[in-house]
């Protein structure tokens, strides 16, 4: 289970306070919507999440079955099951997408105790992956995201957390750059990887996303605080009213 | 006109040392004569300083402070069971051509020429006289005091897949100099890996090693060179290289270690629709300094000219990269791109990055980039987040960079060879 408790968080290089005490409890099994107008913090909460620096967490606490992850270094959280699905995924010149995958699926394969996959297993396996979400195999060949467009890179993403098999999934506007086609591929793959034992955060501006990934919860984030908390018919009444009603203006 | 008088001590002692060896130097009657002109020039020049803009960065005045003897052979065994180093398997080493302590070591099949062999064949010792090589300092003291070098005649349609390996093994605490001349026939397809290594030993080197290729209509060559230079040593290197037409040239330089290190290259373009794709990766620890120099001379039209340099820098070293294309006014069309970029591990690091483009034609599309930056934190934080630990992200990061150059050579041996000795220099 997540709890995220009266998170406060402000830039660490300016006094920009972004999250005013958010509170957030999200159980294994449900996949939960956070939607906002822009600037309302959202991917703050998700680099907050994954460990990004930049970002100091002036009171609160973030708790990933009941441990508090503060103070955890990025890959300490990925190997607790934290993965977070970047909205803008980075390119890595040079760094052969399998050679990346296999490096970091052995890490946290061994954070884990759990023994290294050999090269064939590692392969079978992202080849059996890949082919779900309609990767061309070849393309993992060549550098991590390198010209990949829009819809590849999020593909890729995916991907990468169906190897690495998180516990607590974050996509931070997964939507973004994606036609009505690989939105399908994309939230098919997330749904592929909803499960009793995971918990899953999509942070979204639109619903249109949540038509796809059928979210169990939908809560509106603004001003650095969850506003309010509701079914996914909750999108809905978003999509037709808009943020005005949590921003004091129209978003 | 005002004539310079030598007053280092390193320079005296150059023009002793040749005084001491010019009878025993290789050669008939015109080659010495060469080398008493060039010595003579050189006399006037002194080694180049800052002055110099082509040793801006890399002023060998006040860095030479003295010139070592110079070794005229016999004193070097070296590591007979490899001299090219661990990455290299016998495949590439079995026909090696051998310098040791500057003269050739008895090839194994002896199929090729040592230049010191009295029988120097025409072509070569005409090739010696290239007015081009009469100019630098640097160059001058090459051919003054060369002691012998390679010679190697590729025919024309040749098309062997075994690249010709040529090793100098520089004696310590001595001057070498090494002269290579490579001719390469019609249509041929060859590559050829020159490769300078210090043995296990402390001491200070001074080598200098000028290797001049002429290449003749439609061959496609590949050429790398491998450095490693330790501290306190100095190589200079130079590459003359002449293309015919619609020639293939990839040249490709692998520089690592702590001492002073200077890669010339020229490439005239001769003949139309001629490619020249220029890698380079140089891994600098200490207070190395590696220097890049390149003269790129588009004398006719449709030539495309690549360079791709990598540098990574720790400690307190330095990099200097001077990348001068000139595009003569016939040579339109000409397609030229350069990118320098280097990755800067230390604060006390330094790169020093001079694209020039001195552009006489009109219709042509040139292009040069350059970086210096550390390692993006983001893409650390990308790594991280994929459960990789930070020093692994950062290793797998530095040795991407580099492979971005590597990756530019097509034989998959020699690609693998210098992959393994660029890690383990990183790793150092």
Known sequence: MLEIKNLHVKLEDEDKVILKGLSLTVPKGEVHAIMGPNGSGKSTLAYVLAGRDGYEITDGDILWNGESIVEMEPDERAAKGVFLAFQYPMEIPGVAGLTFLRTATNAVRKKRDQAELSTPDFMKLVKDKAAKLKIDYEMLKRPVNVGFSGGEKKRSEILQMAMLEPSLCVLDETDSGLDIDALKVVADGVNALRGPERAMVVITHYQRLLNHIVPDKVHVLADGRIQKSGGKELALELEKSGYAGFTGKAA | ?428
């Open chain 2, 1 to 428: 006109m005002t004539v310079q008088t030598l007053n280092t001590k390193a320079e005296q002692a150059i023009l002793r040392s040749f005084e001491d060896n010019a009878a025993k130097l290789p050669g008939g009657k015109p080659v010495a004569a060469l080398r008493r002109a060039a010595i003579g020039a050189f006399a006037s020049k002194g080694l180049p300083s800052r002055r110099v803009e082509e040793f801006k960065y890399t002023d060998l005045k006040a860095n030479v402070k003295e010139a070592l003897p110079l070794a005229t052979g016999g004193a070097v065994a070296g590591d007979a069971a490899n001299p090219a180093g661990a990455h290299f398997g016998t495949e590439f080493t079995a026909d090696a051509v051998v310098f040791a302590g500057g003269r050739g070591v008895p090839a194994k099949s002896g199929q090729r020429h040592f230049l010191a062999d009295a029988n120097l064949p025409a072509w070569a010792a005409a090739a010696l006289e290239d007015v081009d090589l009469k100019v630098s300092a640097d160059l001058l003291l090459n051919t003054a005091l060369f002691t012998d070098g390679a010679v190697i005649d590729v025919p024309a349609g040749a098309a062997d897949d075994a690249p010709i390996v040529i090793v100098s093994l520089p004696a310590e605490g001595r001057m070498t100099a090494l002269r290579h001349v490579i001719r390469i026939g019609k249509g041929a397809k060859a590559t050829i890996v020159e490769i300078e290594r210090a043995e296990d030993g402390a001491g200070a080197r001074q080598s200098s090693g000028l290797t001049q290729i002429t290449i003749d209509d439609d061959a496609v060559v590949e050429h790398i060179k491998v450095v490693e230079a330790r501290k306190g040593s100095l190589h200079l290197s130079h590459w003359q290289a002449n293309l015919g037409a619609n020639v293939t040239y990839k040249p490709f330089q692998l520089t690592i270690g702590e001492g002073l290190v200077r890669n010339g290259l020229n490439v005239l373009f001769n003949g139309q629709h001629s490619t020249l794709d220029h890698g380079a990766a140089s891994i600098m620890h200490g207070t190395g300094h590696a220097d890049s120099t390149l003269v790129i001379d588009h004398k006719v039209p449709h030539c495309t000219s690549r360079e791709l340099f990598k540098t990574v820098l720790d400690g307190q070293a330095r990099a200097v990269f001077q990348g001068r294309v000139i595009v003569r006014p016939d040579a339109q069309k000409t397609d030229g791109k350069q990118m320098a970029q280097a990755l800067m591990l230390s604060p006390d690091a330094e790169f020093d990055s001079k694209p020039e483009l001195e552009i006489y034609a009109d219709d042509v599309v040139c292009g040069h980039g350059s970086t210096a930056a550390e390692i993006d934190p983001d893409m650390i934080f990308y790594c991280m987040s994929r459960g990789i630990p930070a020093a692994v992200a950062r290793v797998l990061l530095i040795e991407s960079f580099v492979a971005e150059a590597i990756e530019k050579i097509e034989h998959e041996g020699l690609r693998e060879a210098l992959g393994g000795i660029a890690r383990d220099s990183l790793a150092a």
